[in-house]
C-alpha cells in the first residue's frame, strides 16, 4: 500500500485546509486556511479574508493574525469570523492525525486537509 509522500505528522507547512463546520444559512463558503512553506497563511474564511502567520516548535503553535479584509456580510457571519481568529490566536498545541489537524485552546478547531 503506498500513498502521496508527506510527512505524516508533520505540521501542514505548504498546504491548504479547511474548516470542520457547517455552511453557514445563505453562504457557500466554508472557512479555509492556505499554509505557505514558512507559515505565511492565506485565510478565507465566511465573509472575511486575509493573512496572518503560524510559528511552530514541536506541537506548539503561534497564530498571528494580519490585516483582514472586511467584506460586506451579514453581522453573525462577521462575528463567526471574529470568533475563529480569536480561536486560532488562542491556539497555544496543534495536533495532526492523518488528514485532520486540529488547533487546541479554549477552543478545538479541526481542519481537515484538502488532499485532492
Same mark, same amino acid.
Given at each position: 500500500?503506498?500513498?502521496?509522500?508527506?510527512?505524516?505528522?508533520?505540521?501542514?507547512?505548504?498546504?491548504?485546509?479547511? &474548516?470542520?463546520?457547517?455552511?453557514?444559512?445563505?453562504?457557500?463558503?466554508?472557512?479555509?486556511?492556505?499554509?505557505?512553506?514558512?507559515?505565511?497563511?492565506? &485565510?478565507?474564511?465566511?465573509?472575511?479574508?486575509?493573512?496572518?502567520?503560524?510559528?511552530?516548535?514541536?506541537? !506548539?503553535?503561534? %497564530?498571528?493574525?494580519?490585516?483582514?479584509?472586511?467584506?460586506?456580510?451579514?453581522?453573525?457571519?462577521?462575528?463567526?469570523?471574529?470568533?475563529?481568529?480569536?480561536?486560532? !490566536?488562542?491556539?497555544? !498545541?496543534?495536533?495532526?492525525?492523518?488528514?485532520?489537524?486540529? %488547533?487546541?485552546?479554549?477552543?478545538?478547531?479541526? %481542519?481537515?486537509?484538502? !488532499?485532492?
Amino acid at each position: 500500500m503506498s500513498g502521496p509522500a508527506h510527512a505524516d505528522d508533520g505540521f501542514p507547512f505548504g498546504m491548504e485546509m479547511t &474548516l470542520e463546520a457547517a455552511r453557514m444559512p445563505g453562504s457557500k463558503r466554508i472557512p479555509d486556511l492556505d499554509i505557505g512553506d514558512s507559515g505565511e497563511v492565506i &485565510l478565507e474564511l465566511w465573509c472575511k479574508g486575509g493573512k496572518g502567520q503560524f510559528s511552530v516548535a514541536g506541537n !506548539t503553535v503561534i %497564530f498571528v493574525a494580519g490585516e483582514m479584509e472586511n467584506r460586506p456580510c451579514p453581522p453573525e457571519r462577521a462575528q463567526a469570523d471574529d470568533d475563529l481568529i480569536a480561536a486560532l !490566536t488562542d491556539a497555544a !498545541t496543534w495536533k495532526r492525525q492523518g488528514d485532520v489537524v486540529s %488547533f487546541v485552546g479554549a477552543t478545538t478547531l479541526r %481542519f481537515r486537509l484538502n !488532499t485532492n
